[in-house]
């Protein structure tokens, strides 16, 4: 079985995670930007941490075969401290590079006016890239902060089926799938969406253009979800071939929509800058 994660926040998790996620069946990710929990007080602290995802993080995916790429943006709760927002006069410098597949996660945290200026501008940014948009949907309000993440879409110069929208579930996939968007659920240990609800949502929906990802971070969260749904999907009845769909060919064709995915993980050997994940060098 071949595994894509097409969300997941590796920078908050250990190399065993690595590890395991390789001996699950993980071959490649996407890590997008994200809140660190600790608020960013600079741009510069943008700058730093995307550089990680663009080296160090690479790399170190790479010691555990697997392929890393990044999405980056200012995301959507930053979007609101005035000291973060000049991160977006630099961001487009950081789009052109070569392993950043996607503008992510933009999108909604609290529907604000500032959170609404800042997803128009990172969409804008990604149509002129040409690359796809990894669009976070609001945790409370669902099906409103759904509705409102579609308007901006359509108004964007961003093609639908460039977009995939996170953080579905039940009450928010219907619309989302008649919108023409790809459709992203995270799966979490203990809320929102679990392995059994979203072999439920496959089965009333189909696993067209349907993505799943752990998007894993420093809460609590499980870095092998993805594939406990590709088993869960198996025991219900799902065949080998859906499986591979929704769990590789779609973030592929997904994240391949700009053309940088490159699923081979580079060699593991050497340093990143004079640093291995060895302490005391090998
Ligand atoms: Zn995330």
Redesign the pocket.
């Known amino acids: 079985m071949r595994i894509f994660d097409p ?1 997941v ?1 590796m920078s908050s998790r250990t190399t065993d995670d690595y590890e395991a996620m390789y001996a699950a069946g993980v071959r490649a990710l996407v890590e ?1 930007a ?1 809140w660190l929990g600790q608020p960013r007080t600079s741009p510069a602290s943008f700058l730093d941490y995307f550089d990680a995802l663009l080296g160090w993080e690479p790399y170190r995916a790479a010691q555990y075969g697997i392929a890393h790429h990044c999405a980056l943006a200012l995301n959507p709760k930053e979007a609101n401290d005035p000291r973060c927002l000049p991160v977006l006069d630099v961001l487009p410098r950081y789009l052109a590079k070569d392993s950043v597949v996607a503008v992510g ?1 933009i999108g909604y945290d609290s529907m604000t006016p500032a959170e609404d200026t800042a997803f128009a501008a990172q969409l804008q940014m990604a149509a002129d890239h040409g690359l796809p948009a990894l669009v ?1 949907t609001p945790h409370r309000d669902k099906l409103a902060g759904l509705r409102r993440t579609i308007d901006v879409v359509r108004e964007s110069a961003l093609a639908p089926d460039r977009v995939l929208l996170d953080h579905l579930n039940e009450t928010t996939v219907g619309e989302a799938k008649e919108s023409g968007c790809w459709l992203g659920f995270s799966v979490y240990p203990d809320t929102k969406m679990d392995e059994d609800r979203m072999v439920a949502v496959l089965r009333a929906h189909g696993p067209e253009k349907v993505l799943v990802n752990s ?1 894993a ?1 420093w809460g609590r969260s499980d870095p092998l979800k993805t594939r406990r749904v590709a088993d869960a999907m198996l025991a219900s009845g799902f065949g080998e071939d859906d499986v591979d769909l929704v769990l590789w060919r779609n973030p592929v064709a997904f994240y391949g929509a700009g053309g940088r995915l490159a699923l081979d993980a580079p060699p593991a050997h050497g340093t990143h800058e004079g640093n291995s994940v060895l302490r005391g060098g090998e």
């Open positions: 969300h926040h997008p994200f996660e976070h998007a971070d």
